[in-house]
């Protein structure tokens, strides 16, 4: 903008309104992390007391003690997870006023290119050569690059000529394309020789941090450790974020950005290519769910063409969660259904005596939190209360 | 110009009318009824024949011709000529009696999606309540639950298919009181969640009791027994093949009172109702329709007529699990209702029959002959197996029906014109901007 113009003091000021466009809005995420890991931790001590008699094999709230942190990790990487992809969702529907169906594919397309490159890297034998944060980094550009430009395609082909037409068109449309990435995917995948499940390999993260060690009795410690792949997810996550945030409210192309989101016909008025800036927002959030892609693949170690329907369909929840087109509140939303996740898929089991296996029953309560934030709070956590939804 | 009108007309024009059409028609049914019957033996040859013949269908569907020779020479090959065919060859009796079903299923969608315009994604949900509801009471499996208690006897199936009717609706009104509200997108995703969590309840549910016996699913689902008339009429015959029968008569006894259902509905004044919400819920709701009263009644008789048919496809399987519930299913009887065109009727059993045909017919015969051809030497690639990309091919319908086709092949008239009038006068929303470079 015109800012190196202006006086000193100004420009200072211009800066410091930048730090606070940027750095406000990860505030408001990092007080959801602590507030939800708070209140859950507290809930689920809570609840683990309360049914302490229940069982006389385990003492219950010692039990529950000992895995916290491993859980709360546990929530902070699905957190991230869930808020990268649910930012794609969240600045398409914003532009558009549209649920990019196929976005959860997006995301799996990111992690398979991921695996691709990482595959070719093993064949010729750099893998291992590489230094874990340049592997990193070369990895998630291949998946963003991949990502970003996929959905770039995709809007041009099956959503730009239907951009007027009833609701129902272009979401079907998106379902159509969700299905086929699918299966092209799977075809590659065959193709190629990397299987259904494709290994994504990596160089050697080497061994987990130990933080600390919890006494459980005078014999027995348990090590409190935290695996490098969940760290440099979280890393790499927070880092995209920061940079999101300042493309988005510091830069000139994030005002159009926010100026199409708030109202397409007058943007255009105003000299903005309507097109060119809903490309462009495609651009980033498939770019943003590719990266995500890649990040999980490092993390998880395998990727299969149907992975992103879950995660794809959590993180909508969670871009609801937060208030749909709101982009604070699509990190806020995946963090808070991160945890909440994390804790169901860790305690449920152990809090019900195995009547009931956490890891199913979490999906359960992703939906369950979408339909009651719909019926309860259809703006979200953060959003703005809007009488559209009749 | 009347007369060179007249020349022009195509022959096909002509046979499309007067008493030509009748002739046209009969001989039509007949030749290719005789094909079918004289060479019964699954090939490509019967393949083809067999879609010629059902094509006598959708001529009858256009001839314009009297009601009353439609329905008798509809019924004769309904009734007549395709459990004939079974008795020759089980495998076209089979994909009939799935073409029945999805037909119906088929139908059922298309009264939430294409009547009152709520996409809902979780359809399969109900199916899966109808086949879970008739595979666990007929089971050994209701020891399970209730120790003591025995399998139900199989005659109550009959009885079952009703209450599978009410069953269905009373899911149908359970998942719709909380989706009331949304507008149609968010609507999508959360039936497609609701749907999800009746599958992932359908595996899970083997703990803390054993409900629905985890992913292992149910078998020896019980059949009704079979009448004795029947197996009179279809003495020398197996009872397997005596089942395939009379299993699709029932699928086509379901499937006619749907039918009539439907019709009688869309015509209705509930009918009209559904189609004022469809197109504008706020001008609805200002004409006096009780809309929350409209959208529950949507979702309670689509989703009933999936609980009858889920009663009947457990019978039919004799073995149920959870994969066969999955979201490809739903998306699949969606890709019907639209193939067809959403809200019309004959769409929807077009659509049906199509989908299933390529599905379960099309695909796998042309994987088949690819395989054959590979075994002779010709190059293909190990990895083309049209049979396994069933995602890519529905995916592919559902894009190109909605940018080329979105009214659908046989486009319901209200819905054609309301896809017509956006395409000409596109609402002030969003006019497309000229690009000035």
């Known amino acids: ?390 | 110009m009347g007369k060179a009108t007249a020349l022009s007309q195509p022959f096909l024009a002509q046979l499309n009318r007067g008493p030509l059409a009748y002739l046209a028609l009969a001989l039509y049914a007949t030749v290719t009824t005789v094909l079918l019957l004289s060479n019964p033996r699954t090939s490509l040859g019967t393949d083809v024949v067999f879609i010629l013949f059902l094509m006598t269908f959708l001529l009858l569907y256009r001839a314009r011709v009297a009601g009353v020779y439609k329905l008798v020479i509809g019924l004769a090959l309904l009734l007549g000529v395709i459990p004939y065919l079974g008795t020759q060859n089980a495998f076209y009796v089979e994909l009939a009696i799935q073409a029945a079903i999805f037909v119906t299923l088929a139908l059922g969608l298309n009264v939430v999606v294409g009547f009152a315009g709520l996409l809902d994604l979780g359809y399969v949900a109900f199916f899966a309540v109808g086949a879970y509801l008739w595979g666990i009471l007929s089971t050994p499996q209701i020891g399970q639950i209730s120790p003591g208690a025995s399998p139900l006897d199989s005659s109550l199936f009959y009885l079952f298919l009703a209450i599978g009717l009410f069953v269905g609706a009373l899911f149908g009104i359970l998942l719709g009181f909380p989706v009331l509200r949304l507008r149609g997108d968010y609507l999508a995703i959360v039936t497609l969640g609701l749907g999800e969590v009746i599958r992932v309840l359908a595996v899970n549910l083997d703990r803390p009791i054993n409900l629905t016996n985890g992913s292992q699913g149910i078998k020896d689902v019980a059949r009704p027994p079979l009448p004795e008339p029947l197996r009179a009429l279809m003495g020398g015959l197996g009872d397997a093949q005596i089942y395939q029968v009379f299993i699709y008569l029932l699928a086509l006894l379901v499937l006619g009172l749907t039918l009539v259902v439907v019709f009688r509905l869309k015509n209705s004044r509930i009918g009209r109702a559904w189609e004022a919400m469809r197109e504008d819920d706020v001008a609805a709701v200002a004409m006096g329709v009780p809309i929350v009263r409209m959208k529950l009644l949507a979702f309670a008789v689509g989703a009933s007529f999936a609980g009858a048919m889920g009663v009947l496809f457990a019978a039919k399987q004799q073995f149920i699990n959870p994969p066969t519930f999955d979201l490809l299913r739903s998306i699949g009887i969606l890709a019907m209702v639209i193939l067809g065109g959403m809200g019309s009727i004959p769409g929807a059993i077009f659509g049906g029959a199509l989908v299933t045909l390529l599905d379960l017919q099309i695909l796998p015969r042309i994987a088949a002959e690819l395989s054959a051809l590979k075994r002779q030497g010709v190059g293909i690639p190990d990895w083309f197996d049209p049979a396994q990309y069933q995602r890519a091919l529905f995916g592919l319908l559902l894009i190109i029906m909605m940018i080329f086709r979105p009214a659908g092949i046989l486009p319901d008239e209200r819905h054609r014109d309301e896809m017509r009038e956006v395409e000409v006068n596109p609402e002030a929303e969003t006019q497309p901007v000229p690009n000035l470079k």
């Open chain 1, 1 to 390: 903008m015109a800012v190196a113009a202006l006086p000193v003091s100004t420009s200072r000021r211009a800066i410091q309104t930048t730090l606070a466009s940027v750095f406000g809005p990860l505030g408001q995420v990092f007080v959801f992390v602590i507030g939800s890991a708070v209140v859950l931790s507290l809930v689920t001590i809570l609840v683990a007391f309360v049914l302490r008699g229940t069982r006389t094999d385990v003492d219950l709230v010692q039990s529950a003690l000992v895995i916290l942190p491993q859980v709360i990790i546990d929530g902070l990487v699905r957190g991230f997870l869930f808020a990268t992809i649910a930012l794609g969702y969240t600045m398409v529907y914003g532009v558009l006023e549209f649920i990019n169906f196929a976005h959860g594919e997006i995301f799996m397309v990111g992690a398979f290119a991921g695996a691709a490159l990482s595959s070719v890297l093993a064949s010729s034998g750099a893998l291992n050569a590489l230094p874990v944060p340049v592997f990193v980094v070369v990895a998630v550009i291949v998946g963003m690059t991949v990502s970003g430009l996929l959905a770039v395609g995709i809007e041009r082909v099956a959503y730009r000529p239907l951009r007027n037409a009833p609701r129902l068109v272009p979401l079907i449309s998106a379902i159509g394309v969700s299905l086929l990435l699918q299966d092209a995917v799977r075809l590659f995948a065959s193709v190629s020789g990397l299987g259904f499940n494709a290994r994504f390999q990596t160089p050697n993260f080497g061994p987990a941090i130990r933080l600390a060690e919890i006494p459980v009795s005078e014999t027995r410690n348990i090590p409190l450790v935290l695996d490098v792949r969940a760290l440099t997810f979280i890393i790499a996550a927070v880092l995209m974020l920061i940079a999101l945030n300042y493309l988005v409210n510091a830069t000139k192309l994030g005002t159009a950005i926010r100026a199409v989101a708030q109202d397409r016909p007058t943007a255009s008025l105003m000299g903005i290519n309507v097109n060119q800036i809903i490309a462009l927002t495609f651009l980033i959030g498939g770019a943003l769910g590719g990266a995500a892609g890649v990040l999980f693949g490092v993390r998880v170690g395998t990727v299969n063409p149907y992975m992103g329907f879950l995660p794809g369909i959590k993180a909508f929840t969670a871009a609801v969660l937060g208030g749909i087109g709101n982009i604070p509140g699509a990190m806020v939303g995946g963090i808070v259904l991160g945890f909440l996740e994390a804790f169901v898929a860790s305690y449920l089991s152990l809090l019900t005596a195995g009547a009931f296996s956490g890891a199913s029953y979490a999906d359960i309560v992703a939906f369950a939190i979408l339909i009651l934030i719909l019926i309860f709070r259809p703006s979200g956590l953060l959003g703005e209360a809007t009488s559209q939804k009749v």
